[in-house]
């Protein structure tokens, strides 16, 4: 996954804050060009980052996915890891040296939902 910074996590970051929008209205939040945000919306796409939402085939709408709300939660760590993509799908059974407060922040972001309810249950007893 190569993002092009800042462009990228700007684009993540007005889909966060405005919510699903059109390439022009992307521009004028990220006070980048249209063509320039039409050139990177299907490569964010590709990445799982944003996807186009109806109502029509070519309607040109996207809102970010919970994968590019992790990435926004690790863009601090973009130029600092080998494999960002990695970092924002989450840990695999075999990694160990990844810290457990910023798996659950990152999890929390993906949707990933812990068994809330078997620990309300728990208490309960």
């Known amino acids: 996954m190569k993002l092009r910074q800042p462009t990228d996590f700007l684009i993540l970051e007005a889909l966060e804050d405005k919510g699903r929008n059109v390439a022009t209205n992307l521009a004028a939040h990220t006070g980048k060009s249209r063509k320039n945000i039409n050139t990177r919306l299907p490569v964010l796409e590709d990445y799982g980052l944003v996807e186009k ?13 919970s994968m590019g709300k992790a990435a926004l939660v690790y863009q601090d760590q973009y130029d600092e890891v080998d494999d960002f993509e990695e970092l924002i799908e989450g840990p695999s059974a ?12 990152a999890a929390f972001v993906r949707g990933e939902d812990d068994d809330v309810e078997g620990d309300l249950e728990a208490d309960d007893e």
Do not use: H, K
Not at 53 to 65: D, F, N, Q, V
């Open 53 to 65: 939402i109806g109502p029509a085939e070519r309607s040109g709408l996207y809102e970010i996915t």
């Open 94 to 105: 075999g990694d160990i040296d990844v810290e457990a407060e910023s798996d659950a922040q």
